[in-house]
């Protein structure tokens, strides 16, 4: 049977054979890099913070666990970095991290460099990678390996990070005061990833061998096809793209261990080409039970697209302000290839994924149970009046609304998408129906939440103040309510005061 060198000249139907003789990783690889890990770490224990006092403080090595494509078992053939994270004991905050860390990482550049010789490998080009923030120390060390002289070069990336999973059992989520403290931390988006690196392993372990291997094949399209062609250019990171296809592989087959190859590489050439339509997170480790990391998730999800959250890590968009132009030309020139063709030259079928997870909406009408339905979030908002028209038997003007986090009430206006108010997590929404001539009103109380009203513009402030009681407000004789800075009086209406359909009152209690 014919082999194939090229990914665009590969049948579809050959492309797992072509993922298992180019880019899984063979034997005698995975051998040499397990020794190199090994031997690394012994360095580290042994060699470098083998002196319990350090930096005025006791330096332990807590744990080096496996980060990267090798930690997350997606490593390519000859082809992948070998990331080694190292949890020390100086480190007792996210903090204490940023504080540290270069001096950590300047101590293991002068050790490595003195005791090279006791890895019994040859190590060459080390360097330090530089943070964002101008002054700051390095962030990581790095150097390559010549495990033997027949094999290429390994490179590993040493990354210091502070401990802050602690010893999590193994389907445990962490606390989400983890996650509170990184909020609070106001680094950079990802800053402290390295820390959160065990929660991205148990992400992917489980992942079944055929999906580790479809992303091996995205990942090896990216390396040949779009970085080798566009040297210099701010692409976003494989890690990313390693995001999308899981996506699409749980979306497309519902997690299903055994599917097409071939149609899960189109489904995410074809999601590549509508990145602007991408929003994706997960909530396997975080979610929106915390008030704080809730609002600070539901913001992140209204910044501008394409946005793939990383599951370890919230404040990690991992493709925000990168050239996903560039990766959508050339996954348009990807699926004219024969890669994307069946033997009878027809063009392969991807799966039918959009760019979004479908939103849970609970519907709230008082006076009714709450409904709930899911919409796709680029779908009108009038489809959604239209099903929930057509399933409760409404014939009046259906009003919809939201409370957004800071307790403005928002119209959800018939020719806008859940999307265009960035809403891509579970909503609560309120109905009202309304019959001509009346209009809807909001009425802010003293906690900031607005509730919705029908009335009729000729009704007094007496009639309102009467329903807010009967809604479970405030009793009619303690309520003070106020337009634009005016107390409003109970024997005027209110169209004497211009109060116009969706205008806002405010109460208080008086």
């Not at 992917?204 to 040297?231: D, E, G, M, Q, S």
């Not at 809604?471 to 109970?490: C, I, K, T, Y």
Request: proline share 4%; with cysteine; charged share 30%.
């Amino acid at each position: 049977m014919a082999t194939y060198s090229d990914l665009y000249q590969t049948p579809a139907q050959r492309l797992d054979a072509f993922v298992a003789q180019k880019l899984q990783p063979d034997v005698e690889w995975k051998k040499e890099i397990k020794d190199v890990v090994k031997r690394v770490e012994e360095f580290l224990r042994e060699r470098c913070f083998h002196t319990p006092i350090f930096l005025d403080r006791e330096v332990k090595v807590k744990r080096v666990v496996k980060g990267g494509s090798f930690g997350k078992g997606t490593a390519l053939n000859h082809g992948s970095d070998v990331d080694l994270v190292i949890f020390l004991s100086c480190f007792s905050s996210f903090q204490e991290q940023m504080k540290l860390r270069g001096d950590i990482i300047t101590h293991m550049e002068e050790r490595l460099t003195r005791c090279q010789k006791s890895l019994a490998f040859d190590v060459q080009s080390i360097t330090t990678a530089r943070t964002w923030r101008r002054g700051a120390g390095p962030r990581s060390l790095s150097f390559y390996i010549q495990a033997r002289r027949s094999s290429k070069r390994i490179k590993v990336n040493v990354l210091p990070a502070f401990d802050a999973m602690g010893n999590l059992a193994r389907n445990e989520k962490p606390s989400p005061e983890v996650y509170e403290n990184l909020i609070k931390s106001r680094s950079k988006p990802g800053e402290f990833s390295s820390s959160l690196s065990e929660l991205q392993r148990k992400f992917f372990k489980h992942l079944p061998v055929k999906v580790k291997n479809l992303l091996r094949l995205v990942k090896h399209w990216y390396i040949k096809k779009v970085k080798a062609k566009c040297p210099g250019v701010f692409l976003p990171p494989k890690y990313a793209l390693e995001l999308l296809t899981i996506y699409a592989w749980e979306m497309g087959t519902q997690r299903a261990e055994y599917f097409r190859t071939e149609e899960g590489f189109i489904t995410v050439m074809m999601l590549l080409q509508d990145y602007e339509n991408i929003c994706i997170y997960w909530t396997t480790n975080y979610n929106f039970g915390n008030a704080i990391v809730r609002d600070f998730v539901k913001n992140k999800l209204k910044k501008n697209r394409p946005i793939i959250l990383d599951p370890a890590d919230p404040t990690n968009n991992v493709g925000e302000g990168r050239r996903w132009d560039v990766l959508a030309q050339e996954a348009a020139h990807c699926l004219k290839q024969d890669c994307c063709y069946d033997e009878n030259d027809e063009e392969i079928q991807s799966w039918d994924v959009q760019g979004a997870r479908n939103v849970k909406v609970i519907l709230r009408q008082s006076g009714w149970k709450d409904w709930t339905l899911w919409m796709n979030p680029y779908d009108l908002i009038r489809r959604m009046k239209a099903k929930i028209r057509q399933e409760l038997k409404l014939t009046g003007q259906l009003r919809l609304s939201f409370q957004d986090p800071s307790g403005e009430r928002q119209l959800l206006r018939g020719r806008d998408t859940l999307a265009q108010y960035g809403i891509f997590y579970q909503i609560v929404v309120y109905l009202l129906e309304t019959f001509w001539p009346e209009i809807q009103i909001f009425v802010k109380g003293p906690n900031n939440h607005s509730k919705i009203y029908a009335v009729d513009p000729d009704d007094y402030i007496q009639d309102l103040k009467e329903k807010i009681e009967e809604a479970g407000g405030f009793p009619v004789e303690s309520q003070l309510l106020e337009f634009q800075g005016q107390r409003l009086s109970d024997y005027k209406t209110l169209r004497n005061y211009g109060i116009q359909d969706s205008d806002t009152i405010v109460m208080s209690n008086c």
